[in-house]
């Protein structure tokens, strides 16, 4: 494994940022953090940087501990944090020098060419830049880092839906590269889109983990019927929860193989029927009780 | 323990700031030696001598005034020079960690692969880098101001008794003024110990603000902080010198360790303690400290500070930017 959580917690007073939280991340996997605002997220990326020192339990990246050996973690790191924040007086491209130079094996020319690719215009200060713009700055010189191991917090925030797809892109380029990136995100299509398994976060503790290709599998059907209810046949009963309501209304979910339940489902008189991909955001709204039906 | 491009960074920072402060204290330590040498000797001494009543209030007895080095030392303690030292040594001190978490800018610098202490020294570097430019600055500008200007004395015309051999005034001359360099009259190594002096105090408050902002994530608290020990420490000198019953405050002020005017009446008047950790009476025994020993502590308690600022920004939690 690349990334070992066992037991990390975080306690400020009372209050758990992070409770207990264990986990295992494997190199070259693509991997997502949800949780709504204050659900231990950012907690749990910070302390991977060695910027807390857990409360108990420990972290550990490509086997060196996070708190003890920070400075050989971020050798192996790049990091975008959520509120980024760069240097006012410094040029975008004297910026980017800056954090090619002071990582060893850093490449400027990467930079230059992820920043022409992202459309950045170097020549201005950060100062004067918009908040778009030093996204995208500081997205290029993390992105353009090539370590190990990325971290990105919101990566995609502020930005227009142009560069976001470039940005997942980008994600998908490292992870071919053998890359790990561990991705937090409020926008759950993009999180769908690029992650190999995702973690769900609630209160600082971890409440859910879903490997992203069993929820691509999964769907679920609605429909009303209008004649006599058949069960499913036997072997098929264990893959689905139904319900079922007084009106012939019924909801099925599946997490297997569709053609055998749309077999079963064609030997009885449907009015109409819906077939949807569960997808990320029922499973968000399950997780963190939001229930939208 | 320091980082290249740290240190770079850093400079750029600072740079325009310690351009300014070194330019002030230089062309203000130049016009005040300028203007030391606008008054003769006779006339400062008439004013002085009005405020007699005052004398406790001097670091120096006014006999020491009297000379053109000890007109000049209190360039040193001139609120400008003292004032631009403590602005370097508070600015790039409260800017070294919170001014950094404030800014939002330490989690993009830890985000690389730099240690906390690489962060932190490399500041101290400049900080202390800028302190030592800025004495040798305020050094500097009295050089050249008693390099280039000269004072007007009134030549005294006398009378000499032949076979008694005595002088008396001849009153009846035309008063004559002649220009003497202050070159001649002032030796500037024996203004040295007062800028080594400034470079300390420099020292000890880059520390204890830079020990302020380890603890803490905003800049304005910082300075706010280390504003408030700043005036009151000063107010406890005031007092300590205004009555005798409050002198022992003398003792739990660090501007107690900052007297450039005594070290270079010291210097003048004892050479051999100019650089003396102890000062010495008659029978041998130790009186006080001597300048160095001032100056150590000063340097001293700044390292202390340094140090501990290390060991809270080695330790302490990276709060969020807000």
Redesign the interface.
Known sequence: MFIDLRGLTKRYGTFAALQDCTLTIERGEVFGLLGPNGAGK?TLL?LL?G???PTSGQASIDGLDCHRR???V??R???L??????????RGRKVLK??A????GGDFRRSLDLADRLELDLSRRVAFMSTGMRQKL?LV??LAADTPLMILDEPTANLDPTVRGIVAQLVTESQQRGHTVLFSSHVLSEVEDVCDRVAFLRDGQLAHLQVMHDLKRRHRIRARLAGPWYPPPDPLEKELVVQRDADGRISIETSGEMAPVLQWLSTMNLLEMNVQPVGLRALYDLVHDLGHG | MINRLLLKKSIAESRLLLIACATAIYAFCWTRVWIASQFSMVQFQTVLEQFRDYERFSPVPFEQLFTYTGRVALTFDEPIVVGSVSLWAIARGSDCISGEIGRGTMEMLLAQPVSRLQVLWSQTFVTLGGVAILAMASWLGTYSGIMTNSVEEPVVRSWTIPWLQIEIPNLLAEKEVRRIPLRQEIDPGHLVPAAVNLFALGVFLAGLTTLFSAMDRYRWRTIGLIAMVYVTQMIMKIVALASDQLAWLNRYTFFTAYEPERFVSIAMNSPESTWSFLLRDASGAWTELGPMGYNSLLIGMGLVAYLAATLIFQRRDLPAPL
Do not use: C, D, H, K
């Not at chain 1, 944090?81 to 410094?90: A, D, H, T």
């Not at chain 1, 130079?101 to 060893?104: A, F, S, V």
């Open positions: 950012t910070r940087l910027y807390l020192s920070s400075v050989e971020r050798r790191t790049s990091y944090p959520g509120e980024v924040r760069l240097f006012g007086s410094m800056f954090f130079e002071i990582r060893p500081a010189a993390t």
